[in-house]
């Protein structure tokens, strides 16, 4: 069966400190990979999709970063966290190909920059 | 432009009442899903239910349905025999078929099931 594994599952961190969080599918091949976000009492807004290693789309101009260095690993990056990058982030894959298949989620990082 | 629009920030039932959780989408893709997932406050996303657009019938899990009304481009949750456990925010999303294919969220239903 398969599996996705995030970490980790709460970050505090300064501004202006670096961040990368991970995530990991098992059970699947060539999935794709999704980073949303969702901020305090909101809705999850997409941040990265990926439909192969390498291939990463952008959906919102920011100060993040994600990478798709192998098949079934999706990491969330930055250089510099700013106060506005708190929120409860979320790694999801789906199965490549057709519309009719839900994500499936992690348990999510709740970051805190302070 | 919104594609998924969910206008009841939250809702209140009384245990073993239905409640109906509203969801409209805008699309011009004549293939799309629809699903609704059930957040409760551990943060993990749990996929309830998922409509496709051809499909005729609604689709139905358990205590969960999908009234699917295409012409109005609706597709609202209706959850039966509501329980203390069902409490949670709930999210209504679609996935189109062309373009790229990750799931746009609305913004969200917070329930609230009374005793």
């Known amino acids: 069966s398969q599996t996705i594994h995030q970490w980790p599952v709460t970050l505090v961190q300064p501004v202006g400190s670096p961040l990368s969080l991970e995530c990991t599918v098992e059970?699947?091949?060539?999935?794709?990979l999704y980073w949303y976000r969702q901020a305090a009492g909101r809705g999850l807004q997409l941040l990265f999709y990926s439909v192969g290693i390498g291939q990463i789309s952008s959906e919102v101009p920011q100060n993040l970063s994600a990478s798709r260095p192998q098949d079934r690993q999706f990491i969330l990056s930055s250089k510099k966290l700013l106060l506005s990058d708190s929120g409860f982030y979320l790694c999801a894959w789906s199965p490549p190909g057709t519309v009719n298949t839900e994500a499936f989620f992690g348990q999510g990082t709740r970051l805190t920059v302070v | 432009a919104q594609k998924i629009t969910q206008t009841q920030p939250g809702m209140f039932v009384q245990e073993k009442e239905a409640v109906t959780l509203d969801c409209t989408y805008d699309?011009?893709?004549?293939?799309?899903?629809l699903f609704w997932y059930k957040q409760p406050s551990s943060g993990e996303m749990i996929f309830l239910i998922y409509?496709?657009?051809?499909?005729?019938q609604n689709a139905t899990e358990g205590r969960y349905s999908l009234n699917f009304q295409k012409a109005r481009k609706s597709a609202n949750l209706v959850i039966s025999a509501s329980q203390l456990g069902d409490s949670a925010m709930y999210f209504c999303a679609m996935r189109e078929d062309t373009g790229r294919r990750a799931l746009t969220f609305g913004s969200g239903t917070r329930l609230q099931v009374q005793p």
């Open positions: 699309t011009s893709d004549p293939s799309y899903g």
């Open positions: 409509q496709g657009s051809y499909d005729q």
């Open positions: 059970g699947t091949s060539n999935p794709n």
